[in-house]
């Protein structure tokens, strides 16, 4: 043998060996024939059950028998790949009409594996037949076997349209295809409609045909995303499971699931629900159960007592597969090459396909008809001169003499000479001519008939027609899905995500956060919160897991923290710093923080700076969806930073005191509610050298105490301070002194006597506003501690409360 070595690039060798490759699983394997909706192992498989005659009306056989003759027949590939596409053929929730009747296990919507094909048996359905009915009249081209022994079908005759009716999906090589299964009646319909006007639009078509019908139901949402499909071959829909909320005893409920969508693992999606019971994802859940048996599919999720039905089901379907998008992606092989069909190009593929079906099937029957006509002539003259041919036989020598003898003495054809000497001899009584002669006359009508078939289109297309409607009369049946024309909101409230529990949410200077159930902040006491040395507590509040907290920084900034995603941590443990949460910039610090339990509630956010700036902003405008860094809720000028942000309706008055002893008392309804980046508007008119230390709402009662720099503390009642205009210089509440003026460290609203602190770089000292005396506005207070040992203050800070 002569070895022939071809030197040859490497991307061009596998270039075309991929290329070959590809044009086989393409044209051959993965993608269905838009004439019968079948790929090449599907349609072997019903043609050698047909050929050996394992049909409805016959008893079941071994499924090992069918799958032997498939592969050592028609399709050389392994076993196990020629059962799985038998099996589908045979499952009632993958196809809309099963192709292939099977009795034993052949798998569940579980995804469990059918029985081994040895236990299994299996026949063709009675609508399987529809597909290959008239195969035998020259209806379809035909090819040769992969080992050229026998003959096997391009194309079943197919007498319905099945591709749209059991859809199809596979994956080959740069294509792939997802063709859903519709209503049968309904599509016949759509068929019929392009037959009567083939310039019919989609939407006429889907006034018969308004979308897939899911042989496991379901509901379907978004009509233009179907009619998009339907024009385009490319679209998507909603599909979701079909669900009713039951009462059950003790005023609890009950979800049960009765239909899911198409090709959902039913099992799977049972343990999904129950993973989300058990990882509490969601509350309310109290049990799941698979209820299903022969009556049906059933899914009960048992609700505990005053859980909300209505939002545990919108998590479901936005969570778990009971809703699930459906991507129409309709491509199948149309002359011979993969295209992506509308489902009107799809079904006028298919009426052509009938139309060249009828045709053969018409002009075979045709021949088969003038053949016999033929013969049935020749006996009719026979009979009419009986005696001579008789005479003729008998005088012939054997059976080819006799057959010559009649063809040369009475012009007798080969044909009608076979048939007279292969006449039997009860055939020439006289009942048989006007047999004969009755069965000449019905093979003239069945003549005139199939020749009208054939050079009339107008009758042709009556054939398809009838037969359509006969195949709907016998097999349809009602519309498993329902379709609805929107996609319907999915929302979810976050008492369904998140427990209604009660706790303590608290921030200390140093930007350490945490919250703490009550029980232990109850058990450790308010002044045992565990701080790192130098740390104080800012402020704590009373919240919800369900709350949202907003933590405000010196730098114009707000951060958006949901108090179920805050540590638990105990009173007495540090918790969590801020920049671990979200990334803070240098010298940013925490300037207060606001609990928030509704943003729909009819609130506003005042932020004052030092700068003399103020704004207010509607709560609502800090409700956000994405909170991973910090949101800029105040635009701040040059070196201005935030001091107060305080939670108001918006009537409340202020009082803004300054560093050099200036205040000045306004109403809020003065300012408007501005954007939540705005930089706002002037609070009051600073001199230079000056800036506010302290933006506080007043109240009824209510008193003004100061620290200044010198170590003095002063108590003024409110009244002292009248109502004046924002933008104003204010009042003077600090002695004038010319050396060595007191400067304002802070200053606080208060109603009641609380415990404060002074602190130095040196020392920090503790008493109760109690000790401090009221004063009038022109004096400059008392001094707490001497300015020459403690030192200047740099911080006055009232505690939170009273031990």
């Given at each position: 043998?002569?070895?022939?070595?071809?030197?040859?690039?490497?991307?061009d060798?596998?270039?075309?060996?991929?290329?070959?490759?590809?044009?086989?699983?393409?044209?051959?394997?993965?993608?269905?024939d838009?004439?019968?909706?079948?790929?090449?192992?599907?349609?072997?498989i019903?043609?050698?059950?047909?050929?050996?005659?394992?049909?409805?009306?016959?008893?079941?056989?071994?499924?090992?028998?069918?799958?032997?003759?498939?592969?050592?027949?028609?399709?050389?590939?392994?076993?196990?790949?020629?059962?799985?596409?038998?099996?589908?053929?045979?499952?009632?929730?993958?196809?809309?009409?099963?192709?292939?009747?099977?009795?034993?296990?052949?798998?569940?919507?579980?995804?469990?594996?059918?029985?081994?094909?040895?236990?299994?048996?299996?026949k063709?359905?009675?609508?399987?037949?529809?597909?290959?009915?008239?195969?035998?009249?020259d209806?379809?081209?035909?090819?040769?076997?992969?080992?050229?022994?026998?003959m096997?079908?391009?194309?079943?005759?197919?007498?319905?349209p099945?591709?749209?009716?059991?859809?199809?999906?596979?994956?080959?090589?740069?294509?792939?295809?997802?063709?859903?299964?519709?209503?049968?009646?309904?599509?016949?319909?759509?068929?019929?409609?392009?037959?009567?006007?083939?310039?019919?639009?989609?939407?006429?078509?889907?006034?018969?045909?308004?979308?897939?019908?899911?042989?496991?139901?379901?509901?379907?949402?978004?009509?233009?995303?179907?009619?998009?499909?339907?024009?385009t071959?490319?679209?998507?829909?909603?599909?979701?499971?079909?669900?009713?909320?039951?009462?059950?005893?003790?005023?609890?409920?009950?979800?049960?699931i009765?239909?899911?969508p198409?090709?959902?693992?039913?099992?799977?999606l049972?343990?999904?629900?129950?993973?989300?019971?058990?990882?509490?994802?969601?509350?309310?859940?109290?049990?799941?159960?698979?209820?299903?048996?022969?009556?049906?599919l059933?899914?009960?999720?048992?609700?505990?007592?005053?859980?909300?039905?209505?939002?545990?089901?919108?998590?479901?379907?936005?969570?778990?597969?009971?809703?699930?998008?459906?991507?129409?992606?309709?491509?199948a092989?149309?002359?011979?090459?993969?295209?992506?069909?509308?489902?009107?190009?799809?079904?006028?593929?298919?009426?052509?396909?009938?139309?060249?079906?009828?045709?053969?099937?018409?002009?075979?029957?045709?021949?088969?008809?003038?053949?016999?006509?033929?013969?049935?002539?020749?006996?009719?003259?026979?009979?009419?001169?009986?005696?001579?041919?008789?005479?003729?036989?008998?005088?012939?020598?054997?059976?080819?003499?006799?057959?010559?003898?009649?063809?040369?003495?009475?012009?007798?054809?080969?044909?009608?000479?076979?048939?007279?000497?292969?006449?039997?001899?009860?055939?020439?009584?006289n009942?048989?001519?006007?047999?004969?002669?009755?069965?000449?006359?019905?093979?003239?009508?069945?003549?005139?008939?199939?020749?009208?078939?054939?050079?009339?289109?107008?009758?042709?297309?009556?054939?398809?027609?009838?037969?359509?409607?006969?195949?709907?009369?016998d097999?349809?049946?009602?519309?498993?899905?329902?379709?609805?024309?929107?996609?319907?909101?999915i929302?979810?409230?976050?008492?369904?995500?998140?427990?209604?529990?009660?706790?303590?949410?608290?921030?200390?200077?140093?930007?350490?956060?945490?919250?703490?159930?009550?029980?232990?902040?109850?058990?450790?006491?308010?002044?045992?919160?565990?701080?790192?040395?130098?740390?104080?507590l800012?402020?704590?509040?009373?919240?919800?897991?369900?709350?949202?907290?907003?933590?405000?920084?010196?730098?114009g900034?707000?951060?958006?923290?949901?108090?179920?995603?805050?540590?638990?941590?105990?009173?007495k443990?540090?918790?969590?710093?801020?920049?671990?949460?979200?990334p803070?910039?240098?010298?940013?610090?925490?300037?207060?923080?606001?609990?928030?339990?509704?943003?729909?509630?009819?609130?506003?956010?005042?932020?004052?700076?030092?700068?003399?700036?103020?704004?207010?902003?509607l709560?609502?405008?800090?409700?956000?969806?994405?909170?991973?860094?910090?949101?800029?809720?105040?635009?701040?000028?040059?070196?201005?930073?935030?001091i107060t942000?305080?939670?108001?309706?918006?009537?409340?008055h202020?009082?803004?005191?300054?560093?050099?002893?200036?205040?000045?008392?306004?109403?809020?309804?003065?300012?408007?509610?501005?954007?939540?980046?705005?930089?706002?508007?002037?609070?009051?008119?600073?001199?230079?050298?000056?800036?506010?230390?302290?933006?506080?709402?007043?109240?009824?009662?209510?008193?003004?105490?100061?620290?200044?720099?010198?170590?003095?503390?002063?108590?003024?009642?409110?009244?002292?301070?009248e109502?004046?205009?924002?933008?104003?210089?204010?009042?003077?509440?600090?002695?004038?002194?010319?050396?060595?003026?007191?400067?304002?460290?802070?200053?606080?609203?208060?109603?009641?006597?609380?415990?404060?602190?002074?602190?130095?770089?040196?020392?920090?000292?503790?008493?109760?506003?109690?000790?401090?005396?009221?004063?009038?506005?022109?004096?400059?207070?008392?001094?707490?501690?001497?300015?020459?040992?403690?030192?200047?203050?740099?911080?006055?800070?009232?505690?939170?409360?009273?031990?």
């Amino acid at each position: 043998m002569q070895e022939n070595i071809q030197s040859l690039p490497l991307e061009d060798v596998i270039g075309d060996r991929f290329g070959r490759y590809s044009k086989y699983i393409i044209q051959d394997r993965a993608i269905p024939d838009v004439r019968d909706g079948l790929k090449p192992v599907q349609r072997r498989i019903l043609f050698a059950m047909h050929a050996e005659g394992n049909t409805y009306d016959k008893n079941f056989r071994k499924s090992a028998k069918t799958v032997g003759n498939v592969i050592g027949n028609y399709h050389p590939h392994g076993d196990t790949s020629v059962y799985d596409a038998m099996v589908r053929m045979s499952q009632d929730w993958k196809l809309r009409h099963v192709l292939v009747e099977m009795h034993g296990n052949n798998g569940s919507i579980d995804n469990d594996p059918p029985a081994a094909m040895r236990y299994t048996e299996a026949k063709l359905s009675k609508l399987a037949s529809v597909l290959l009915r008239n195969i035998n009249q020259d209806t379809v081209d035909w090819v040769q076997n992969f080992d050229d022994t026998a003959m096997e079908p391009m194309v079943l005759p197919a007498n319905y349209p099945n591709l749209l009716v059991n859809g199809s999906t596979g994956i080959s090589a740069g294509y792939a295809t997802d063709i859903p299964p519709h209503n049968l009646s309904e599509v016949i319909d759509a068929t019929l409609m392009i037959i009567d006007n083939p310039n019919v639009t989609t939407e006429e078509i889907m006034t018969v045909m308004p979308g897939p019908d899911f042989p496991t139901g379901g509901i379907i949402q978004g009509k233009s995303g179907i009619k998009q499909a339907y024009e385009t071959g490319k679209g998507k829909a909603i599909v979701r499971g079909k669900v009713e909320i039951e009462k059950l005893r003790g005023g609890r409920e009950e979800i049960v699931i009765t239909e899911i969508p198409f090709e959902v693992n039913k099992s799977t999606l049972v343990k999904r629900i129950d993973e989300l019971r058990a990882d509490k994802k969601i509350e309310g859940i109290l049990e799941v159960r698979d209820e299903t048996d022969r009556n049906g599919l059933r899914i009960a999720v048992e609700l505990k007592k005053d859980a909300n039905a209505e939002g545990i089901l919108n998590y479901l379907y936005k969570n778990t597969d009971l809703q699930v998008a459906y991507n129409f992606n309709m491509v199948a092989i149309s002359d011979r090459r993969p295209s992506l069909l509308g489902v009107k190009a799809m079904l006028q593929s298919y009426i052509k396909h009938q139309q060249e079906v009828i045709l053969r099937r018409s002009q075979f029957e045709l021949d088969q008809a003038k053949k016999r006509m033929h013969i049935v002539e020749g006996l009719i003259k026979a009979l009419s001169i009986l005696d001579e041919v008789i005479e003729t036989i008998r005088q012939s020598k054997n059976k080819s003499d006799a057959k010559e003898n009649l063809k040369t003495k009475y012009d007798f054809t080969e044909a009608q000479a076979e048939a007279i000497v292969m006449l039997q001899l009860y055939r020439l009584t006289n009942t048989d001519i006007v047999q004969l002669e009755n069965e000449h006359d019905e093979l003239k009508a069945t003549l005139e008939k199939l020749e009208k078939i054939i050079n009339d289109k107008k009758h042709l297309m009556s054939v398809i027609k009838r037969e359509l409607k006969a195949v709907q009369k016998d097999f349809s049946e009602p519309r498993l899905s329902t379709i609805e024309d929107e996609i319907q909101e999915i929302k979810i409230s976050k008492e369904i995500l998140i427990p209604s529990e009660e706790t303590i949410v608290s921030m200390t200077k140093d930007g350490y956060i945490k919250r703490t159930s009550p029980r232990s902040f109850g058990a450790s006491g308010l002044y045992e919160l565990g701080t790192k040395d130098g740390d104080v507590l800012l402020d704590y509040k009373e919240s919800n897991l369900q709350d949202v907290l907003l933590v405000f920084t010196n730098l114009g900034h707000y951060i958006y923290i949901p108090v179920h995603q805050l540590p638990d941590v105990k009173w007495k443990d540090l918790g969590t710093h801020l920049s671990q949460i979200v990334p803070l910039t240098q010298n940013e610090y925490v300037v207060g923080m606001i609990n928030v339990t509704d943003f729909n509630q009819e609130q506003s956010i005042m932020i004052a700076t030092q700068n003399g700036m103020i704004k207010k902003t509607l709560l609502i405008d800090f409700n956000v969806t994405r909170y991973s860094r910090p949101i800029v809720c105040m635009k701040l000028k040059d070196d201005d930073q935030v001091i107060t942000v305080q939670s108001i309706t918006g009537e409340e008055h202020i009082l803004v005191v300054t560093q050099n002893g200036f205040a000045l008392h306004y109403s809020l309804a003065e300012i408007n509610n501005i954007g939540i980046k705005a930089a706002g508007v002037k609070s009051i008119n600073l001199k230079d050298n000056d800036k506010v230390v302290s933006t506080e709402i007043l109240y009824p009662e209510s008193d003004l105490i100061i620290a200044t720099h010198r170590g003095a503390m002063k108590k003024m009642k409110i009244d002292l301070f009248e109502e004046s205009k924002r933008a104003n210089r204010g009042v003077v509440i600090l002695k004038e002194l010319k050396s060595n003026p007191h400067k304002v460290v802070n200053a606080y609203i208060i109603t009641d006597d609380l415990n404060f602190t002074l602190s130095s770089s040196n020392e920090t000292y503790q008493s109760n506003t109690k000790t401090i005396r009221n004063a009038d506005r022109y004096t400059n207070g008392s001094f707490i501690v001497d300015e020459k040992e403690f030192g200047q203050i740099d911080a006055f800070n009232l505690l939170i409360a009273d031990e």
